[in-house]
């Protein structure tokens, strides 16, 4: 890591699945080693802290059960948003009666109000309200890029805001509710601008997505006056075996997307991290991470197992057989933790259904939108395939104009005024997403709808807002006569939920914990879909391939055995260009059936 000593605030922050919580639980580790005293913090909605560290880690700060210098605590939005209406609804009681103070509480409901609390919990380790001071170093292992972005951008949105609307908004209720003050809005937006209290690890993979995302988020933290920037490039693959050609091929592209990275990065202090044939759990193998004799003595180890294996998954191409089963139209998703590769999924059943002959939109809630840079790499686009994209700024933008078309007519120029203030709201934000998601949904009822998600947080998120709009349209209106979006969401011959993993316990244990939070909403996802899978190429010889692809099998086998009773798989793709390669292999095997 950095040979400079630590500055009091570190984010670690990235594209989903590149190692952002491996690299803050190894750092945490070492300093805590050290004799420092450490507070970890996850703002991640789909936190592994636990996993990753092997302790107890909840909303309450806690101590490490094998090192005591080291305190974990994990941001829980539900959490910080209930605390939050309690405080919101407080000043109410013997005020209003106790149908009023639930229906402010039900105002209080949305995605919006979560994000907001979330944030006053995050803000207050900042400016030091939550025993900050106590600490040598305070770390954040921070939510996917976008989700990450839109945080450290609140603290400007909602300090502009409460400036025009010093009672606040419907959504946040009383400003009152809100821990952190103006004042301290500026305190948490001071901190993080100065390069002596904060540092930001943007972590990346070696491949070209990931790297132009740490390149944008370079670019958007530094708008922001988030400067201190430092970059962890994790995961390279250097060969052992040079007879291997799967080996020298995945080595080769490493090398290619390394010599192609963004110029934004190359200016940055940089360290890379290799790719390592075990799973980086525990504190040992933790440590490992920034000791290579540890390393070495551990990856030794490991690559002396010899397993055989085998690959028990089905093809992409018999999923899209069975998504059009008797049906020229419905709803698609991808969802799944960052970086397991929901978009490349989404991209390649897009494309193969329009290929025949469906009418298909493609498009992603993830503010990050990586469709367009794969479906750049085809040489011709179907005709029947459209692509958009939703984009929080643009339809915010055109959310506020409709709302002043249709309401601004009626106003004088004061109450135009107040309209325009009060859409202002970061709220508005929200809505704006909620309102275009919906639309997709229902153009689902005429052709193939396929939608990549956010990663896992900003999803939920989105889809609890989906309810909170189910619950009030059920209040006001009679179920038999409507059929709210989420309604469409429970509709399993309509809405067909893929999770997408990749086959390692990690990603394997979030996907399952995203499936019971949808089957507790009543949404029961239709198929898992296992990415880059190594256990699906023959006759590997290279030791760290081997030994991540014998891993591999026990890990499918529950997927297949206990967590879904459909299972595709993709395997580990060594050209650079996926989405043809996908493709041409999806085309080859429906060549080969017909054939037989």
Sequence with gaps: MTTTPYTKFLFFTGKGGVGKTSLACATAVKIADAGKKVLLISTDPAS????????????????????????????????????????????????????????VVEQLSGACTTEIASFDEFSCFITGESSSGEYDVIIFDTAPTGHTIRLLELPAAW????????????????????????ARYKKVIASLRDASQTTIFLV??????????????SLE????????????INAIFKATDRNDPVAIKIEQIVEKELAAMPSTLKN??????????????????????????????????????????????DKLSTLV????????????????????????????????????????????????????????????????????????????KNYINKVIEQKGSKLDEEGKKLLREDLQSPCSEEVAVFHAFSNAIFRAKKQFVVIDTAPTGHTLLLLDTTGSYHREVLKTMDSKKIKTPFMFLQDATFAKILLVALPEATPMREAE????????????????????????????????????AASEVEIINTI?????????????????????????????????????
């Excluded at 210098?69 to 994990?74: H, Q, S």
């Excluded at 996802?525 to 023959?538: E, G, H, M, R, T």
Aim: aromatic content about 4%.
């Design 48 to 103: 592994n802290l636990a996993d990753v560290l092997q302790t107890p880690v909840n909303s309450e700060i806690n101590p490490h059960q094998k090192i005591p210098t080291l305190f974990t605590i994990n941001i829980d939005p539900d959490a910080a948003a209930a605390e939050y209406r309690k405080r919101a609804t407080a000043s109410l009681k013997g005020m209003a009666s106790q149908a009023e103070i639930e229906k």
């Design 159 to 182: 300090d502009s805001f409460l400036d025009n609307n010093p009672k606040g908004a419907s959504c946040i209720g009383p400003s009152s509710a809100l821990k952190s003050s103006k």
């Design 204 to 217: 990346s993979r070696p491949e070209t997505s990931s790297l132009k995302e740490a390149a944008r988020t």
């Design 221 to 232: 933290l530094k708008a922001l006056g988030l400067i201190n920037q430092e970059l962890l």
């Design 268 to 313: 940055l202090a940089t360290q890379n991290f290799p790719l390592l044939p075990y799973n980086v759990l525990g504190v040992e193998k933790l440590r490992s991470l920034l000791d290579r004799d540890l390393q070495q003595k551990l990856v030794n180890i490991d690559t002396s197992n010899a397993h055989e294996f085998t690959h028990p998954l």
């Design 321 to 396: 057989s069975d998504l059009e089963k008797n049906s020229n139209s419905g709803l698609i998703m991808t969802m799944g933790k960052g970086g397991v590769g929901k978009t490349i999924i989404a991209a390649s059943i897009a494309t193969m259904l329009a290929k025949r002959g469906h009418n298909v939109l493609l498009t992603t809630t993830d503010p990050a939108a990586h469709i367009k840079d794969f479906m750049a790499e085809l040489d011709e686009i179907p005709e029947t395939l459209v692509i958009e994209r939703i984009d929080p700024k643009q339809e915010t």
């Design 513 to 548: 914990s995203l499936q019971n939070d949808l089957r507790r909403a009543g949404i029961v996802p239709y198929a898992w879909v296992i990415n880059q899978s190594l256990s699906a190429l023959k006759d590997l010889k290279d030791p760290v391939l081997r030994k991540r």
């Design 560 to 596: 297949k055995d206990r967590l879904s009773s459909r299972t595709y798989g993709i395997p580990y793709i060594t050209e650079e260009k996926l989405l043809p390669s996908i493709l041409s292999r999806s085309a080859n095997s429906e060549v080969s059936r017909y054939i037989s």
